[in-house]
């Protein structure tokens, strides 16, 4: 069980909701996911980007990541001059990741551990950005509405969301529960304007919603934005034009495999008629000198019967 931060919620009875279990049980697991997907998905790198670049903009500000998970973001954004970070989870297995990269004393002084869904463990107004970052996709209809109320009560500034975009539908059963949530209109009934902005990448769009003093100071350069999703379209058609030479070559190695094996199998059958061969030619030497000793023993007794056969032998 991961150390409990100091600052760790009053804990009630939790959810045993599939989806949240699954993030509380494997969440340690995502450290080295993480690190595997960001070698062939851009995406990764590209939030990271859009995430540092907003804070830095943004700056003098008090932040809380919702579902900070192993701190991918928290470890970028603790880098910038005048950015108060923070982050809460419900999975304390994933805020064990955290101390790949932070002391423990900071992660107990920055990051809380608590429950799943209920009123969150800060007083009102406590930061000026609130931020998710592809976590509202893993939590229930049913509880995604409270956690949002939560987010405007404890926000000042304005809350910014990197999630799902509507285009890109969500895999129900992955993680034991993902869903897809209409942002804007579930800030509605919560009486808040939520603007959608555009995207840096395909998969997540920008969400923001201006609840106070500090306002946004920044939105991202369109420009700039437009040159992130060439960027993430090439190298994922790179990505696909080399997965697509490993699959070819696993078939071509295949086929090799398959050759070789036949191959070795012909040179065994070979070696064994060779073999074969060698024996019948050992037997067959062994009798032609079987048969040359009787010849010439046959060819000795007609020399001494033709000798003893001679006139004047006085053989008879």
Same mark, same amino acid.
């Given at each position: 069980?991961?150390?409990?931060?100091?600052?760790?919620?009053?804990?009630?009875?939790?959810?045993?909701?599939?989806?949240?279990?699954?993030?509380?049980?494997?969440?340690?697991?995502?450290?080295?996911?993480?690190? !595997?997907?960001?070698?062939?998905?851009?995406?990764?790198?590209?939030?990271?980007?859009?995430?540092?670049?907003?804070?830095?903009?943004?700056?003098?500000?008090?932040?809380?990541?919702?579902?900070?998970?192993?701190?991918?973001?928290?470890?970028?954004?603790?880098?910038? &001059?005048?950015?108060?970070?923070?982050?809460?989870?419900?999975?304390?297995?994933? @805020?064990?990741?955290?101390?790949?990269?932070?002391?423990?004393?900071?992660?107990?002084?920055?990051?809380?551990?608590?429950?799943?869904? *209920?009123?969150?463990?800060?007083?009102?107004?406590?930061?000026?950005? @609130?931020?998710?970052?592809?976590?509202? @996709?893993?939590?229930? &209809?049913?509880?995604?509405?409270?956690?949002?109320?939560?987010?405007?009560?404890?926000?000042?500034?304005?809350?910014?969301?990197?999630?799902?975009?509507?285009?890109?539908?969500?895999?129900?059963?992955?993680?034991?529960?993902?869903?897809?949530?209409?942002?804007?209109?579930?800030?509605?009934?919560?009486?808040?304007?939520?603007?959608?902005?555009?995207?840096?990448?395909?998969?997540?769009?920008?969400?923001? @919603?201006?609840?106070?003093?500090? *306002?946004?100071?920044?939105?991202?350069?369109?420009?700039?934005?437009?040159?992130?999703?060439?960027?993430?379209?090439?190298?994922?058609? *790179?990505?696909?034009?080399?997965?697509?030479?490993?699959?070819?070559? #696993?078939?071509?190695?295949?086929?090799?495999?398959?050759?070789?094996?036949?191959?070795?199998?012909?040179?065994?059958?070979?070696?064994?008629?060779?073999?074969?061969?060698?024996?019948?030619?050992?037997?067959?030497? #062994?009798?032609?000198?079987?048969?040359?000793?009787?010849?010439? !023993?046959?060819?000795?007794?007609?020399?001494? #019967?033709?000798?003893?056969?001679?006139?004047?032998? *006085? #053989?008879?």
């Amino acid at each position: 069980m991961p150390h409990e931060s100091s600052q760790s919620a009053e804990r009630g009875p939790e959810s045993t909701a599939a989806n949240y279990l699954y993030w509380q049980q494997h969440g340690g697991e995502w450290v080295s996911e993480y690190e !595997a997907r960001k070698r062939n998905q851009p995406l990764y790198h590209i939030q990271e980007f859009m995430l540092v670049e907003y804070m830095m903009r943004n700056a003098p500000a008090r932040v809380l990541e919702f579902g900070c998970g192993v701190g991918r973001h928290l470890r970028n954004l603790l880098a910038i &001059p005048d950015i108060d970070v923070h982050g809460y989870d419900q999975s304390p297995t994933m @805020v064990a990741g955290c101390r790949r990269w932070a002391e423990q004393a900071w992660i107990d002084a920055h990051v809380i551990v608590g429950k799943s869904t *209920g009123p969150l463990p800060y007083p009102d107004r406590s930061f000026d950005i @609130v931020y998710t970052a592809e976590v509202l @996709v893993h939590v229930r &209809p049913e509880d995604v509405e409270g956690i949002l109320h939560e987010l405007i009560r404890i926000c000042k500034g304005h809350i910014l969301h990197l999630e799902r975009s509507p285009d890109c539908r969500v895999t129900a059963n992955s993680h034991d529960g993902c869903w897809d949530h209409d942002l804007p209109g579930l800030y509605a009934r919560l009486g808040r304007t939520c603007d959608v902005l555009p995207r840096g990448y395909r998969v997540h769009t920008p969400y923001r @919603v201006v609840l106070g003093e500090p *306002g946004p100071r920044f939105t991202w350069s369109e420009n700039l934005l437009a040159m992130y999703r060439i960027m993430e379209q090439s190298l994922a058609e *790179g990505f696909g034009d080399l997965n697509q030479q490993l699959c070819d070559a #696993a078939v071509a190695r295949t086929s090799l495999e398959v050759q070789m094996a036949d191959l070795q199998s012909r040179i065994g059958r070979e070696q064994e008629a060779r073999s074969q061969a060698e024996s019948q030619l050992a037997q067959a030497l #062994a009798t032609c000198r079987e048969l040359r000793s009787r010849l010439a !023993a046959v060819d000795e007794f007609v020399r001494r #019967a033709r000798y003893l056969l001679r006139p004047g032998t *006085g #053989a008879l």
